[in-house]
């Protein structure tokens, strides 16, 4: 791996750690609205699933692990949050993968132009996989001053592809290296990042040798809580649990959005239809799940009777069963 110097090292941020007994207050606003820019990851899983197998197996470095970026598409959502004084905070959650075919993403939904104008507050990277992260460099074309809140497990390999590294031995290489301001937050507790908008970094192992996811809940005032995730790599009882367990707005849930990483690679198996009956029991009333979530495990939420969100099934997502690549999901009061 080679880095270039050029970058900002990353300042680390302490989460906010409510006292014993006490649940979290994170405010509230008035809606949030949620773009999948891309959920398709990659278009072809069995071929996916081959290289990861070919490059030494899902314990395998994915820094030293060649991918065919024919195959390589990308996962990345826009974040909407109006407040309850009507200014607009807008957090892009994640990066993609394939940079050429992000840029394109962003073209189509008109993302270049936010980023363009410095319209966006932050770029929030969930965790570092490459289908998360290695499109990077469509975003810095756009805004290379951008802000980036990462996970506080960003590994070193990590910062210095933002810095401008090169990987050659995976054959890929960022040509535009982050200007901008690089944040860490740190596991432990909640961070907030608006009225209403807070993110807890998970610290867990992940395959391909990457650790540690942060996701985001927006408390929508009179509604409750929404759960928002790339991955989801944690687990999405983990994810709904800890809001239950430490944030006040956790009392009443609302909605859900984004890979669930239940059955992303291969059919259910049992323990996975159980993760996915367990969601029944948290009474959400919008559930817009895609990416890594997988067909079957969406399949079934469909067959239990979920209240499920479609979508256009356009610009490559596969069908119209689950939220795809262009489609919007607004959280908001039923006023609204």
């Known amino acids: 791996m080679s880095a270039s110097p050029q970058g900002c090292h990353p300042e680390d941020r302490q989460p906010d750690v409510a006292q014993p007994g006490q649940a979290a207050v994170i405010g509230a606003c008035r809606s949030v609205t949620v773009t999948s820019i891309s959920e398709t990851g990659w278009w072809d899983t069995g071929r996916f699933v081959e290289e990861i197998a070919a490059n030494g197996g899902k314990t395998a470095c994915q820094w030293e692990m060649h991918f065919d970026p024919d195959n390589a598409a990308g996962s990345c959502s826009l974040v909407e949050v ?54 990077i460099e469509a975003v810095l074309a756009l805004a290379p001053d951008i802000t980036i809140l990462a996970p506080g497990t960003l590994s ?25 301001k690089l944040t860490r937050l740190l596991p432990g507790g909640i961070h907030r990042l608006a009225d209403g908008v807070a993110s807890v970094t998970f610290d867990v192992p992940i395959w391909l040798d990457v650790r540690g996811e942060q996701s985001l809940y927006v408390n929508v005032a009179d509604e409750g809580l929404v759960c928002i995730t790339g991955c989801c790599h944690q687990g999405v009882v983990a994810l709904v649990d800890y809001a239950i367990d430490h944030l006040d707005a956790g009392r009443r849930l609302y909605g859900l959005f984004g890979g669930l990483h239940i059955a992303p690679l291969a059919p259910l198996t ?8 367990a969601l029944g029991r948290y009474g959400f009333r919008k559930i817009a799940a895609n990416h890594c979530t997988g067909a079957p495990a969406i399949a079934l939420m469909h067959e239990l009777g979920y209240p499920m969100v479609g979508g256009s099934g356009r610009d490559g997502s596969q069908g119209t069963d689950h939220v795809g690549n262009g489609d919007a999901v607004r959280f908001a009061a039923a006023a609204d």
């Open 82 to 135: 109006e407040g309850l004084r009507g200014e607009t905070t807008r957090i892009l959650l994640d990066a993609g993968w394939n940079r050429d075919y992000m840029a394109e993403r962003f073209r189509a939904t008109g993302v270049d132009r936010l980023l363009a104008a410095g319209a966006i507050d932050f770029l929030y990277l969930s965790h570092e996989h490459l289908d998360h992260f290695w499109g």
């Open 270 to 277: 049992e323990e996975q239809r159980e993760t996915v009956r």
């Open 156 to 180: 070193e390999a990590a910062a210095a592809w933002l810095a401008g590294g090169s990987f050659p031995q995976a054959g890929i290489a960022n040509r535009v290296p982050h200007r901008g």
